[in-house]
Structure formats: C-alpha cells, structure tokens
C-alpha cells in the first residue's frame, strides 16, 4: 500500500508564502503523476496544479505566475511553492497521485491516491 502525507499549510497573511510538501510512503516503484487540489468551504475541489513523469506541468488560471509545482523523484515528495497568495486562495490542500508500488512479487498501479489533506488560511 501507499499512503500520502502532506504538511507546511498554515496560517500566513496576504502577499505571504507557504511551500507545501506531500511525501509519499510505502513500497513504491514509481510515480506516474502528482497533482495538488484544493477545496474551500461550500466549494467544489478543484485541480491547482500538476505534473507528469516527464515532469511537465500545468496550472489553473487562477495561480498561474504565482504557484510553482515541483517534484524530488528521489525522496518521492511533491512541493507546491505559493508567492503572493490571496485571501482567496484559503482552502485545503490536498495531494493525489498515481504510483506504481510493489505488493509481495507483484506491482500495482494505485491512480487514485489522496493524502489527508493541508490546510491554508491567508488573511487579509
């Protein structure tokens, strides 16, 4: 099995940074891709940014130039590094991935992995 953990939300003040992390455990032989999403209050969650094996990436509109999505294939964590962050983008961060883990002799491909979730507050 695999388990995502992520840490690094909080509480910061607009035009503030945070740098979220999301380690991924277990006996994993490969990470296919990662995304990080977000769900605030009466809101619908929503993709904020990904990136594939190839390490290609992509953003939603709203945090384009401000949120950069990296990867350390060696230590199999996910960052999202956030500048200049709004009081809009208050949410819970969440971290989802598709990996590839071994299970005894065999690999298994688990697409659909989400970790427990971040919260992040900016205020006014």
């Known amino acids: 099995q695999v388990q995502l953990v992520e840490s690094g939300g909080g509480l910061v003040q607009a035009g503030g940074s945070l740098r979220l992390s999301c380690a991924a455990s277990g006996s994993i032989s490969s990470i296919n891709g990662m995304d990080w999403y977000r769900q605030a209050p009466g809101k619908q969650r929503e993709l904020v940014a990904g990136i594939n094996s190839g390490g290609s990436t992509n953003y939603a509109d709203s945090v384009k130039g401000r949120f950069t999505i990296s990867r350390d294939n060696a230590k199999n964590t996910l960052y999202l590094q956030m500048n200049s962050l709004k009081p809009e983008d208050t949410a819970v961060y969440y971290c989802?991935?598709?990996?590839?883990?071994?299970?005894?002799?065999?690999?298994?491909?688990?697409?659909?992995?989400w970790g427990q979730g971040t919260q992040v507050t900016v205020s006014i």
């Open positions: 989802h991935g598709d990996l590839t883990y071994f299970s005894g002799l065999y690999a298994r491909r688990a697409n659909d992995c």
